[in-house]
């Protein structure tokens, strides 16, 4: 592909409706320093693409057989699987489970320094060990868990806000969410899949009268515990009566 030399940005030169793409500057070498390349009124002289990022990509597209996107995330992913062993989302949900495993001790259990444990079999979920068995590698990974909402009808789980907790504490910071989506955590326990399955197995029905006392997150187990979380956290909004409340069937 040609560029252009300017300090000016233009139009595409194909489309000629978007600006041209940026390059980098253009470097010149005095008394065998590298330094960048001024034009007449001593601006430095930047390099640009004469054609704009969608065009170029439409390129990319014609000669890949694909789209753009999937180039680009294989490019990426391979340099995160050679320096992580991960793909990028994958290493970015384990970043995220990371920040955000202290608050969830701390929901779940009442400590933000033990480890999560399955709230039904006292089983660990963190810091779990896998092994390959072709290669024979073992990779440790955070947390292994299933996010369980206690209000079940029909056998499956009733979701109050219509979200997905494992996509809530893989993505992102806990510490800035709505209080509806705290609210959403408050209402689920941490599980392993085997749990989960037993769990959906007791009854066709289920709601907070069904699990015990120990079984539920530390934070709704009394009105002090949840007051002490909405301090800490700064949840203010959340109110446990009606918290309580949507553990049951209306």
């Known amino acids: ?58 390129k990319i597209d014609a000669r890949y057989n694909g789209s753009y996107t999937k180039v680009y995330k ?84 009733v979701k109050k806000s219509g979200q997905e907790p494992s996509m809530i504490v893989g993505k992102g910071s806990l510490y800035n969410k709505q209080t509806k989506t705290i609210a959403e955590l408050l209402r689920c326990i941490p599980i392993t899949s085997t749990s989960h399955t037993q769990i959906h197995h007791i009854n066709k029905d289920l709601d907070l009268d069904n699990y015990p006392e120990n079984v539920r997150p530390w934070a709704i187990r009394s009105k002090e515990n949840f007051e002490l979380f909405k301090e800490k956290y700064n949840y203010p909004l959340l109110d446990y009566d009606r918290l309580i409340k949507g553990l049951y069937h209306d």
């Open 74 to 157: 294989t490019k990426v992913n391979k340099e995160y699987l050679d320096k992580y062993g991960l793909t990028k989302a994958q290493y970015d949900k384990e970043q995220s489970l990371k920040h955000n495993l202290p608050m969830l001790r701390f929901m779940y259990q009442g400590d933000e320094e033990k480890e999560l444990t399955c709230m039904w079999s006292n089983d660990k979920l963190e810091n779990i060990v896998l092994k390959n068995y072709k290669t024979g590698v073992e990779i440790v990974k955070v947390c292994i868990m299933d996010l369980h909402h206690m209000l079940v009808k029909d056998r499956c789980s």
């Open 1 to 58: 592909m040609k560029r252009q030399d300017t300090t000016k940005q233009l139009k595409c030169r194909k489309c000629y409706k978007n600006p041209q793409e940026f390059q980098g500057y253009r470097y010149r070498t005095i008394n065998g320093v590298r330094v960048r390349a001024k034009d007449e009124n001593g601006n430095d002289i930047r390099i640009y693409r004469d054609i704009c990022t969608k065009c170029k990509m439409k």
